[in-house]
Structures are given as C-alpha cells and as structure tokens.
C-alpha cells in the first residue's frame, strides 16, 4: 500500500546565504509539508508515519529552525529540511519505504527528496 502523512505549521529561519557564513534575516513561513511511503498492507506504518510527523513537527512548530537541532548546524533550506525529514521518517517507520517528501516554505516553491 502507499499512503501520505502531511501537514502545516508556522516556523521561522535564516538561511546562510554564502560561504563566509552570512545570513539572511530571519523570516516566516508557513511550512507544508508531505510524506509519501510504502508498506506492506494490513501494517501499522499510517499511524507511526502520522505520529512520527506529530512529534517531529511540534519542535519546530512556531519556533526558529535555526534554534533546533540539526538545523542549528545544518542550514534550514527547504532542501535540507526535506532531507533531514526523510533520513529520520525512515529511521522512525522501519517498514515502509519512503518514497518521496516535499516540503514548501513559500506559495510556489518547494523541494523534494
């Protein structure tokens, strides 16, 4: 079966802009963000995929990325954050197989890992 866990909260950042490290000023978003996976059927996969997106967005929920690890070192590019998403979704949901995350920070951009 394939399924898809989403959702939508408010977070700021700063993106490092170039390799002397300067930053952008930080700024709003209302992040979205979708996971699609593949598991086995009759498996428990949606509801750890749905509370695993719970936990993971309440940390960042209303807060800076920048303020949370790892995006406290890692720069909070919608890139990133797709990635770093999917590397621990995985870990979380060990029997499905993620397929694909997209994540939006603004209305008609987003990245997909």
Known sequence: MRFC?????????????D?????????????????????????AAPATARAFLREWVSRYEGNSFNDVPPFDTVNPTAEE???VFA?????????ARVVRIEVGEAAGF???Y
Not at 5 to 17: D, E, G, K, Q
Not at 87 to 95: F, N, Y
Request: proline letters at 6%; aromatic letters at 6%.
């Open 5 to 17: 866990v989403r959702s939508a909260f408010p977070a700021t950042h700063r993106i490092r802009i």
């Open 81 to 83: 954050v797709a990635r």
């Open 110 to 112: 987003s990245a997909t």
């Open 87 to 95: 590397r621990e979704l995985t870990g979380a949901v060990r029997t």
């Open 19 to 43: 390799a002397r490290g300067t930053r952008e000023p930080a700024h709003a978003h209302n992040w979205r963000i979708e996971a699609w996976l593949e598991a086995p059927d009759d498996d």
